[in-house]
């Protein structure tokens, strides 16, 4: 294999998509990646405004999904409220600057969908090959940045490119090779079971103190993707986690008589000082999605940010003003509202939090739309709290401002 203009190592949705633009734009790219295609442990769910930005690239027809109805909330004393997450509801575009043009999600009215990670990112790579990228399926070892390039030592030989792209996750090579790794206090881990055999139209969500972070069961095609979410320095196992999960599932009858097949993935989850201090970029390097740290401190949704990410590097590279573009647009764009979430976090999961939140859920018609806008992405955690406040549901939008 002769050099390339960009490597992209990491096949995921950050990378694919970077390449797809890249290429695209008559670059000659090559993905590094010996795994992807595959399943990941997560929840699956993606956003009406992420698949607003692959809409004219993959065909949701050819991947399997599942329309999510309703999101239920329930809290440690019983209590549940449910939002209807169908909506014809129009948002800004998010590929572009507030105030431009309108967009319609591209999979009728649905603010969520849930699908098989291993097709949507099948999807997403053989838009990439399509549009010119290469695809090595080889386990990078090494990334070293000289005056001449980069060179990316592979299982199945070295190659040359004129830059780096770290699209490699959580716990990225390129970005332990370029910067640093991610301390374990800026991680978090996803732990649970794939239930097959039983699957939903509803998503059920349970916020927890101890550890703090939320039980989650998401409906996949075919079976429940079920699990707990907590940061890693929180001095809990996954192990220990994956048992709370089993328990929660138990008590709610989400998944009786279904096979319980475990898994375990790190998710990044930086404080509000990380997302103000973010290592992104340098003449040869970029990191996207996951492996830049882009990820909903809250929620740990990061498909959309990865497609976003990766999306504005490429451009940047494109149009010859990287990384200085690349590094303003996530800095003035994405950083201020994921540094918010950050500074809610702590409340969010707080036990008087969630019995406010499904109280007010059951009584509030405007707090049941803010919630859809918040899962679909059409609220930011900016303003938040003010539109909170404007419902006269003041408890919880002080629990919101105190964080």
Not at 156 to 184: E, K, W
Not at 322 to 332: Q, V
Not at 384 to 397: D, F, M, P, S, V
Request: proline content about 6%.
């Amino acid at each position: 294999m002769g050099p390339c203009d960009a490597a992209v190592v990491g096949g995921g949705p950050a990378g694919a998509w970077a390449a797809y633009t890249l290429a695209r734009c008559g670059a000659r790219v090559t993905i590094f990646d010996p795994s992807h295609p595959r399943e990941k442990p997560c929840g699956g769910g993606v956003t009406g405004r992420a698949l607003a930005v692959v809409a004219d690239a993959i065909d949701g027809a050819r991947f399997p999904q599942r329309v999510i109805r309703s999101a239920r909330f329930v809290d440690a004393e019983g209590g549940d409220a449910s939002i209807d997450l169908q909506s014809d509801r129009v948002g800004p575009d998010p590929r572009v600057r507030p105030g431009a043009d309108t967009w319609v999600g591209p999979y009728g009215s649905s603010s969520l969908i849930v699908a098989s990670r291993a097709l949507f990112d099948a999807a997403l790579l053989d838009a990439a090959r399509r549009a010119g990228a290469s695809v090595a399926c080889s386990r990078v070892t090494n990334v070293t940045v000289d005056a001449d390039g980069v060179r990316i030592d592979t299982d199945g030989g070295t190659h040359r490119a004129g830059m780096v792209i770290g699209a490699d996750g959580a716990n990225s090579l390129v970005r332990r090779r370029v910067v640093q790794p991610f301390p374990r206090r800026h991680l978090s881990i996803a732990t649970g079971f794939f239930a097959h055999g039983a699957t939903s139209d509803e998503v059920v969500i349970e916020l927890v103190a101890d550890p703090a972070g939320y039980l989650w069961s998401f409906p996949r095609p075919d079976h429940l993707a079920i699990g707990m979410c907590a940061q890693a320095d929180a001095g809990i196992s996954p192990a220990a986690l994956r048992d709370q999960a089993r328990d929660w599932t138990g008590r709610r009858h989400l998944a009786d008589d279904a096979r319980l097949e475990p898994y375990s993935w790190p998710i990044p989850s930086l404080d509000a000082r990380a997302f103000g201090a973010l290592d992104l970029a340098s003449e040869r390097w970029a990191l996207v999605g996951d492996a830049a740290g882009l990820v909903d401190p809250i929620t740990r949704e990061g498909i959309y940010f990865a497609l976003l990410s990766g999306q504005w590097a490429a451009d940047a590279i494109a149009g010859g003003r990287f990384p200085r573009d690349y590094t303003a647009r996530i800095r003035d764009e994405i950083a201020p509202d994921l540094a918010c979430a950050a500074r809610f976090k702590a409340g969010f999961f707080r036990p008087a939090f969630m019995k406010l939140l499904v109280q007010a859920l059951q009584r509030s018609a405007a707090v049941r739309e803010i919630l859809v806008d918040l899962v679909a992405g059409r609220q930011s955690y900016l303003s938040l709290k003010w539109r909170l406040l404007k419902t006269l549901e003041i408890g919880l939008a002080w629990k919101v401002l105190k964080g």
